[in-house]
């Protein structure tokens, strides 16, 4: 059996455009950026069989349509019409099977980024976009932080060895909240010290896992007295709600 292979190519600042590979074959999760994924493409002499997109930003979608030009294959994303270049668009726990690849995915709609978003998870592996990142979440845009919540609880949900494939390397400034949002948590000194050593030797520091997530990541431990307690401080008044500590630690975390 050929081994499946996960492999970041980098895109623009900090994208990731996660690449699954297997048996000459390879399939994109995200590509902003059709010139990076060509490259790799040619220069290890694979064959491009499908596209993933989990949300329609440009940094996730702009390369579909040069890869389209090289290469027909299925694009499978979300219902959005602001994905033109989708040819299989998903709901809430539909699956799918990777053309070429061979791993069963199944999707989990998680709005809040923006309002169709989805994340992919099959094979102990969750492509969650910009929903989750490791030690943080993303922006709302479209959503609530009701569907942040939920759509972070969905995630928590997998199990704790699922891998963690997200968009943009953000660790290290997540992390760097993470021990304002919740100080003396030993798991998040801990990754700070690993994540910063990877970054100084410029190394990857995805994926995480659900189960570092739920020890380390404040948006996810919204209801650990550490977090309510700094929460509160910060909003000046008593937070009680795991939601509104989300709501709180989210605006709080946007101007960092
Ligand atoms: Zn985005
Ligand atoms: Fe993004």
């Known amino acids: 059996m050929p081994t499946l292979k996960v492999i970041p190519v980098q895109a623009f600042n900090d994208n990731y455009i996660w690449t699954l590979v297997k048996d000459g074959n390879a399939a994109v999760v995200d590509p902003g950026d059709a010139a990076p994924v060509l490259d790799y493409l040619h220069n290890h002499q694979l064959t491009l069989t499908a596209i993933l997109n989990t949300h329609h930003h440009a940094d996730h979608v702009g390369g ?14 979300p219902h959005e019409e602001r994905i033109p270049t989708v040819s299989r668009q998903l709901c809430e726990g539909e699956k799918f099977v990777i053309d070429g690849i061979g791993v069963e995915m199944a999707v989990t709609e998680v709005p809040a980024h923006t309002r169709s978003h989805i994340a992919f998870y099959g094979a102990d592996m969750l492509f969650c976009g910009d929903t989750l990142f490791a030690g943080g979440c993303g922006r709302i845009f479209e959503g609530t932080p009701a569907q942040m919540h939920s759509a972070l609880g969905k995630l928590m949900a997998l199990p704790d060895h699922t891998r963690v494939y997200c968009g943009h390397e953000y660790t290290l400034a997540n992390l760097r909240f993470a021990r304002a949002a919740e100080p003396g948590n030993p798991l998040v000194s801990a990754w700070e010290e690993q994540a910063a050593a990877q ?11 659900i189960g570092r997530e739920k020890g380390a990541n404040p948006f996810v431990r919204c209801d650990q007295p550490g977090v309510v307690a700094t929460a509160s401080q910060h909003a000046g008044r008593t937070l009680t709600e795991g939601l509104e500590v989300l709501a709180e630690i989210r605006l709080w975390k946007n101007n960092f």
């Open 64 to 77: 579909n349509s040069g890869l389209l030009e090289h290469f027909k294959v299925p694009v499978y994303g």
């Open 199 to 209: 970054r100084a030797r410029n190394e990857v520091t995805l994926p995480s896992t």
